[in-house]
């Protein structure tokens, strides 16, 4: 139930608000939301059966990437009106269907059902990244050499892959708990939660703990202290599952 709601950011595109939240089992807490008008995607299949691609130069991904013609929502627009005028605003021939194609064989030869074609300057073959979260999968035995390399200040099985300092630095509150809309005794490092109090945040885990949580369950941390990993991995979005599950990992600790 909401209880009060204070806007702290209002864009061209999106709005930020910190709203004060009372939780089913009594608890009130501060949720930071992004607030988006929504927009659409087409899949553009030519009568070759080949999906089109824009390359399209994006800011926030540091170049050109490739992406479905997609637009925002305009008030009171359908979705296939977005798509359709997205894809008018592209349709002078910039399509560039030469250098990524993804097939469709109804056949079922491939076993995916998708067939990526290598054509000349495909820059998709080559060993790039361009969004380094989509459509990542593991399992709780291939997350925990990360953790342990973390744990262990960037070394596993006697191979350096981060420097020492490199950990440090990542794991380094960089963003304190002060700022508007930030849980107690939780900072921020690179890409990961830092525990900088756990007295005020509530945790039976030590200063200093990092880690991170999947959008549906996963949940991974680092104790350096206790030279202790955890790894959660369930399918729900439930913050009292990951809280239950580090304090029981916590006082499983027996000295």
């Known amino acids: 139930m909401l209880f009060d709601r204070k806007k702290i950011y209002d864009g061209r595109v999106i709005q930020v608000s910190v709203d004060t939240v009372d939780l089913p089992n009594g608890v009130r807490l501060p949720l930071e939301l992004v607030r988006h008008p929504g927009g659409a995607a087409a899949v553009a299949?030519?009568?070759?059966?080949?999906?089109?691609?824009?390359?399209?130069?994006?800011?926030?991904a540091g170049?050109?990437?490739?992406?479905?013609?997609?637009?925002?929502?305009?008030?009171?627009?359908?979705?296939?009106?977005?798509?359709?005028?997205?894809?008018?605003?592209?349709?002078?021939g910039r399509w560039d269907i030469v250098r990524q194609i993804l097939q469709h064989r109804p056949n079922g030869r491939s076993p995916t059902g998708l067939i990526k074609q290598t054509m000349a300057n495909d820059t998709m073959s080559r060993n790039v990244y361009f969004r380094g979260s989509g459509g990542l999968y593991s399992t709780a035995e291939g997350y925990v050499p990360l953790g342990l390399m973390l744990a262990n200040g960037g070394e596993f099985n006697g191979r350096r892959l981060l420097s020492r300092k490199s950990v440090e630095m990542l794991s380094a509150a960089h963003v304190a708990d002060t700022l508007p809309g930030r849980p107690a005794g939780e900072g921020y490092g690179l890409s990961v939660r830092v525990v900088t109090n756990h007295a005020a945040r509530g945790t039976l885990l030590s200063d200093g703990t990092y880690g991170w949580s999947g959008a549906q369950g996963t949940h991974f941390f680092v104790d350096p202290k206790e030279q202790l990993v955890g790894i959660l991995m369930v399918q729900t979005p439930n913050n009292e599952v990951r809280d239950a599950f580090e304090d029981l990992v916590a006082q499983s600790i027996a000295d």
């Open 45 to 60: 299949i030519d009568a070759d059966n080949r999906v089109c691609l824009l390359r399209q130069y994006r800011h926030a």
């Open 63 to 92: 170049g050109y990437i490739y992406e479905l013609p997609a637009g925002k929502l305009e008030p009171g627009e359908a979705p296939e009106i977005t798509v359709r005028r997205d894809m008018q605003h592209h349709d002078d």
